[in-house]
T-cell receptor
Framework: DAGVIQSPRHEVTEMGQEVTLRCKPISGHNSLFWYRQTMMRGLELLIYFNNNVPIDDSGMPEDRFSAKMPNASFSTLKIQPSEPRDSAVYFC????????????????FGPGTRLTVL | AQSVSQHNHHVILSEAASLELGCNYSYGGTVNLFWYVQYPGQHLQLLLKYFSGDPLVKGIKGFEAEFIKSKFSFNLRKPSVQWSDTAEYFCAVNAQGTGNQFYFGTGTSLTVIP
């Protein structure tokens, strides 16, 4: 099992540029999560999807952030325009629902994308 | 709203010392509980989890955690730490009825001195 795959692993860009982060969840998982980790704020949940549908995007900081999941095997997180304060490590995680009572099994994290906005 | 508290922000121990990291959550219903570890420069990895059954859960690398429902706690323990245990440790809760959302604590940074 390849685990959760994220690309790119590192991204350096200039303020104002568009940034797209990509994630491939573990095959068979039906939930996908995007997190952001910084020294100041720790680990923050940005958005999560169930069966490709966004369930909770209350953690998305601003309209500059958007996320899509066009199919069960792919998701993107886009920042447009990027700003220096967006610099962080962005993690994608996936899991599966155990049963209809809304229990969730373990979340498996990808290696993360380290974003630096100059 | 649900919350997870990790009261120890930074812990420094010498090798062979015993470890206990606190985790408390605020949710009165049924929960799944997790401890994750993040080694320097790496992603979060599962240490152990509790869904039901024996409240004393054993995980990888000699870690264990005890679920005490009356105290809303899920403390992580290890009898003898090693230098390689230096990492950030996160407690997480998935509460019944909240869908797939996990609630993570703020993390505890553990430094083990050789």
């Amino acid at each position: 099992d390849a685990g959760v795959i994220q690309s790119p692993r590192h991204e350096v860009t200039e303020m104002g540029q568009e940034v797209t982060l990509r994630c491939k969840p573990i095959s068979g998982h039906n939930s996908l999560f995007w997190y952001r980790q910084t020294m100041m704020r720790g680990l923050e949940l940005l958005i999560y999807f169930n069966n490709n549908v966004p369930i909770d995007d209350s953690g998305m900081p601003e309209d500059r952030f958007s996320a899509k999941m066009p199919n069960a095997s792919f998701s993107t997180l886009k920042i447009q325009p990027s700003e220096p304060r967006d610099s962080a490590v962005y993690f994608c995680a996936s899991s599966s629902v155990l049963r209809a009572s809304f229990y969730s099994d373990t979340q498996y994290f990808g290696p993360g994308t380290r974003l630096t906005v100059l | 709203a649900q919350s997870v508290s990790q009261h120890n922000h930074h812990v420094i121990l010498s090798e062979a010392a015993s470890l206990e990291l606190g985790c408390n959550y605020s949710y009165g219903g049924t929960v799944n509980l997790f401890w994750y570890v993040q080694y320097p420069g790496q992603h979060l990895q599962l240490l152990l989890k509790y869904f039901s059954g024996d409240p004393l859960v054993k995980g990888i690398k000699g870690f264990e955690a005890e679920f005490i429902k009356s105290k809303f706690s899920f403390n992580l323990r290890k009898p003898s730490v090693q230098w390689s245990d230096t990492a950030e440790y996160f407690c997480a809760v998935n509460a019944q009825g909240t869908g797939n959302q996990f609630y993570f604590g703020t993390g505890t940074s553990l430094t083990v001195i050789p």
